[in-house]
């Protein structure tokens, strides 16, 4: 019997709908522009409304900028909101908004810990709860970017704080799973990787101490956390386009992407 043309919608029409959530750089923003190369409908969604009109100019396909601060409710509602007014609905969710803090444990502070889980927990189901009415009516997909640290590896040290931000990120993910079932719902656990060129570049560690970042990767790298290899950014806008090509006839509830041992890193820091 051959499918509806509403179970059809995702898997058949390029012209998917998606919100990308973190889209004024590094990831987020190679994620959307690589979606709206295929064919999709973009919005840009974060802070930095400058930075997300370039990233729509860029993108093309009448892609959209739109403001969205993820620990703000109102915010989140009002952007969503908009979003499905432009879009005339909306059928996925990326989220890639992540920080993370480079300290032992016992050092990060009441206030950093307030802001991981802020960002990277709080401000995913934040969002979430904008986005769902509008999935659930298109039976959509939201995906989540999450760390191989909080999954298929063990925490990296000095960065403890993060992993286990990522590993709650995930338990959220299950418990959205749980509660709205005709969402697909999908934790993509990423790798390291340096994004694009220009705003695409990540700026995950941007305010990080730089030399305190070169004797930690040193240290990742003698020790195993690092295998010195970093997953290109357009290989992860293809996965995350092939999940969103799942459609409501299925999805994906986990996925891993790492990169392969290489010297990637070496070559970056120039060592």
Same mark, same amino acid.
């Given at each position: 019997?051959?499918?509806?043309?509403?179970?059809?919608?995702?898997?058949?029409?390029?012209?998917?709908?998606?919100?990308?959530?973190?889209?004024?750089?590094?990831?987020?923003?190679?994620?959307?522009?690589?979606?709206?190369?295929?064919?999709?409908? *973009? =919005?840009?969604?974060?802070?930095?409304?400058?930075?997300? !009109?370039?990233?729509?100019?860029?993108?093309?396909?009448?892609?959209?900028?739109?403001?969205?601060? *993820?620990?703000?409710?109102?915010?989140?509602?009002?952007?969503?909101?908009?979003?499905?007014?432009?879009?005339?609905?909306?059928?996925?969710?990326?989220?890639?908004?992540?920080?993370?803090?480079?300290?032992?444990?016992?050092?990060?502070?009441?206030?950093?810990?307030?802001?991981?889980? =802020?960002?990277?927990?709080?401000?995913?189901?934040?969002?979430?709860?904008?986005?769902?009415?509008?999935? =659930?009516?298109?039976?959509?997909?939201?995906?989540?970017?999450?760390?191989?640290?909080?999954?298929?590896?063990?925490?990296?040290?000095?960065?403890?704080?993060?992993?286990?931000?990522?590993?709650?990120?995930?338990?959220?993910?299950? =418990?959205?799973?749980?509660?709205?079932?005709?969402?697909?719902?999908?934790?993509?656990?990423?790798?390291?990787?340096?994004?694009?060129?220009?705003?695409?570049?990540? !700026?995950?560690?941007?305010?990080?101490?730089?030399?305190? %970042?070169?004797?930690?990767?040193?240290?990742?790298? !003698?020790?195993?956390?690092?295998?010195?290899?970093?997953?290109?950014?357009?290989?992860?806008?293809?996965?995350?386009?092939? *999940? %969103?090509?799942?459609?409501?006839?299925?999805?994906?509830?986990?996925?891993?992407?790492?990169?392969?041992?290489?010297?990637?890193?070496? !070559?970056?820091?120039?060592?």
């Amino acid at each position: 019997m051959p499918p509806s043309d509403e179970r059809s919608r995702i898997s058949d029409d390029p012209s998917i709908r998606v919100a990308v959530v973190g889209a004024s750089a590094g990831l987020g923003r190679c994620i959307g522009i690589g979606l709206a190369a295929k064919g999709a409908r *973009v =919005a840009f969604m974060a802070r930095r409304k400058d930075r997300l !009109e370039n990233a729509a100019k860029e993108a093309g396909n009448n892609a959209a900028a739109v403001a969205c601060d *993820v620990t703000d409710e109102s915010s989140c509602q009002r952007a969503f909101a908009e979003v499905a007014d432009t879009f005339g609905g909306l059928d996925a969710l990326v989220y890639t908004t992540g920080m993370g803090v480079l300290a032992p444990l016992a050092d990060v502070t009441a206030e950093q810990w307030a802001q991981l889980f =802020a960002t990277n927990v709080t401000g995913a189901s934040l969002v979430t709860a904008a986005a769902a009415p509008h999935l =659930a009516a298109n039976a959509g997909t939201a995906v989540y970017l999450s760390s191989l640290s909080a999954s298929y590896s063990t925490p990296w040290p000095l960065l403890g704080a993060y992993a286990v931000s990522k590993a709650a990120l995930d338990k959220l993910v299950e =418990a959205w799973r749980i509660e709205h079932p005709n969402i697909g719902f999908t934790r993509l656990a990423v790798g390291d990787s340096f994004g694009g060129s220009g705003d695409s570049q990540t !700026e995950f560690n941007k305010t990080w101490d730089p030399a305190a %970042l070169d004797t930690a990767i040193r240290f990742w790298m !003698e020790h195993g956390y690092m295998q010195g290899g970093l997953v290109d950014a357009d290989h992860l806008a293809e996965v995350v386009h092939s *999940v %969103l090509r799942c459609g409501n006839s299925s999805f994906i509830p986990y996925l891993t992407l790492a990169p392969r041992p290489a010297d990637a890193v070496k !070559e970056l820091r120039q060592w």
